[in-house]
């Protein structure tokens, strides 16, 4: 059993930055590919916006250029940094985990936390 924590979210004007953590209770291999998603208010889940496995990253369309993951293994952890917000980037951050990044792309992680609210507002 793997559990997430996620921490770092608030309230951020448009332009702003934000640094999304996410701890991690051990590392096994069910938990290699560690992704971001978000959900906004009465709206499905989008992502993953982020994906780090290995030597691997990728990035969703909406967040490539202004988002980067990041991970310290030494401390069981995965970030999120978050530049330049929009509006339209508000919601409830999770961070989830997968032997294989192709389980988060289809949304299917193994595990998941309970999240951190953005809120990208003036």
């Given at each position: 059993?793997?559990?997430?924590v996620?921490?770092?979210?608030?309230?951020v004007?448009?332009?702003?930055?934000?640094?999304?953590?996410?701890?991690?209770?051990?590392?096994?291999?069910?938990?290699?590919?560690?992704?971001?998603?978000?959900?906004?208010?009465?709206?499905?889940?989008?992502?993953?916006?982020?994906?780090?496995?290995g030597?691997?990253?990728?990035?969703?369309?909406?967040?490539?250029?202004r988002?980067?993951?990041?991970?310290?293994?030494?401390?069981?952890?995965v970030?999120?940094?978050?530049?330049?917000?929009?509006?339209?980037?508000?919601?409830?951050?999770?961070?989830?985990?997968?032997?294989?990044?192709?389980?988060?792309?289809?949304?299917?992680?193994?595990?998941?936390?309970?999240?951190?609210?953005?809120?990208?507002?003036?």
């Amino acid at each position: 059993q793997v559990e997430f924590v996620e921490s770092g979210g608030g309230l951020v004007q448009p332009g702003g930055s934000l640094r999304l953590s996410c701890a991690a209770s051990t590392y096994t291999a069910s938990v290699r590919a560690i992704g971001w998603f978000r959900q906004a208010p009465g709206k499905e889940p989008e992502g993953p916006l982020a994906i780090s496995s290995g030597d691997y990253i990728e990035y969703a369309d909406s967040v490539k250029g202004r988002f980067a993951i990041s991970r310290d293994n030494a401390k069981n952890t995965v970030y999120l940094q978050m530049n330049n917000l929009k509006p339209e980037d508000t919601g409830l951050y999770y961070c989830a985990g997968a032997s294989h990044s192709q389980w988060l792309l289809v949304g299917k992680p193994a595990y998941r936390g309970q999240g951190t609210q953005v809120t990208v507002s003036s």
